[in-house]
């Protein structure tokens, strides 16, 4: 390669006479001596403008007819292996997402005894094989030249046994935080966790980070290798890493994922050890009769997105699908809310409210004996 027409020509005839003089013989049909930026060589195509490694359509094409040969769910072993072959041999055009989209095929035919056995294709599998057959012609492809830009946000992120929680680094830090259901405190590895954090972490600022290179950095070990390398035998864990994926195609968002020592990720790690005290909310019975008596409400003040009641919320932190962190940094006018404090916010909330001149239903526990109650009562 060179920088200009001329040049790369120049260097084209002297390497053609030089393998002349050398005692050469020049196949002319497979050669290609006239400078070009997009030419196909070995199974690619190398594509100068855009700098990018592509699959040529036809390649694609005969892919996608091996997977619509696939007639029914219990296909050989040598069917199936023909697939993941040419997944594979994708790697270096697509990248890891091969290896991690083609996992549960690879350990079906790992099981099978001889080439021609019939395998019973699993959900996760079949899935897989979907995902391939829709997806393989609008997967992103790599760049021919590796990018050292610096990342334009940069985030770190820790789980402890309680909650997850992520910040970018930036004057204005923005947090995010999320306290864990007990299913995924009594029953999920911290692997899982750690995992979750950085997706939780991602959907949270998504909008932030649209079209951004961004730096993940996290005490895990594992989850780097997961996201980045090859994906997990796990199923749950695997069902996390394509999250991470689509979430990222999706958002033409790119990250870099490096483990850091937990004694340079204290500060998250403090923010995945906050508990949140004012975690309460009222049951979905209950919000219903209200909502069909004084509703329908449109915004609920004070939740997040394992107990908001309605699509727009505000929340304490940032966490996927919220319309903003700090209720009172908003006009309660522009909704009807839906008003659940946490105690020792009831009365700045009724201060706000009238403040906005707003609308809504306050709801407060029945403690006869606290100061809010007995200055608010009607």
Not at 67 to 79: C, D, E, F, G, K
Not at 191 to 206: H, P, Q
Not at 217 to 231: E, F, K, L, P, S
């Amino acid at each position: 390669m060179e920088h200009d027409f001329d040049s790369c020509n120049d260097l084209a005839n002297k390497m053609k006479q030089d393998l002349k003089s050398s005692g050469f013989f020049v196949n002319k049909d497979k050669s290609i001596w006239q400078p070009t930026k997009n030419l196909i060589w070995l199974g690619f195509v190398w594509d100068l403008n855009t700098h990018t490694l592509e699959i040529p359509s036809e390649k694609i094409q005969r892919f996608k007819n091996d997977i619509n040969s696939l007639h029914s769910v219990s296909p050989t072993a040598r069917q199936l292996a023909k697939i993941t072959g040419k997944i594979i041999a994708f790697m270096p055009s697509l990248g890891n997402i091969c290896r991690i989209m083609s996992r549960n095929m690879l350990m079906l035919i790992s099981t099978s005894r001889y080439w021609d056995e019939q395998i019973l294709l699993t959900p996760n599998a079949i899935s897989e094989i979907n995902f391939w057959h829709n997806n393989c012609e609008l997967l992103p492809s790599k760049t021919l030249f590796s990018n050292n830009f610096l990342p334009d946000k940069i985030v770190y992120t820790d789980a402890s046994s309680f909650a997850a929680a992520g910040y970018t680094v930036e004057t204005f830090k923005k947090v995010v935080h999320k306290m864990w259901t007990y299913e995924e405190k009594k029953q999920k590895s911290s692997t899982y966790r750690e995992l979750k954090a950085v997706s939780i972490t991602l959907n949270s600022l998504m909008k932030y980070f649209h079209s951004r290179l961004v730096k993940i950095y996290t005490d895990n070990q594992n989850v780097v290798r997961i996201i980045i390398t090859a994906g997990s035998m796990n199923s749950e864990l695997q069902v996390l890493a394509i999250e991470i994926f689509n979430l990222c195609v999706q958002n033409n968002i790119s990250i870099e994922v490096e483990w850091v020592p937990r004694e340079e990720n204290k500060l998250a790690d403090f923010y995945s050890k906050i508990f949140d005290f004012d975690d309460w909310q009222i049951s979905d019975i209950h919000f219903k009769y209200f909502n069909n008596l004084w509703g329908p409400f449109t915004c609920d003040v004070f939740a997040d997105f394992n107990n908001n009641k309605v699509p727009m919320f505000f929340s304490p932190h940032w966490c996927p699908g919220t319309g903003g962190v700090d209720a009172f940094a908003y006009d309660w006018s522009l909704y009807n809310c839906w008003i659940v404090p946490p105690i020792r916010l009831i009365s700045r909330s009724v201060l706000h409210l009238s403040k906005c001149q707003g609308k809504g239903v306050l709801v407060t526990p029945k403690w006869t004996s606290s100061v809010f109650l007995a200055n608010h009562m009607v």
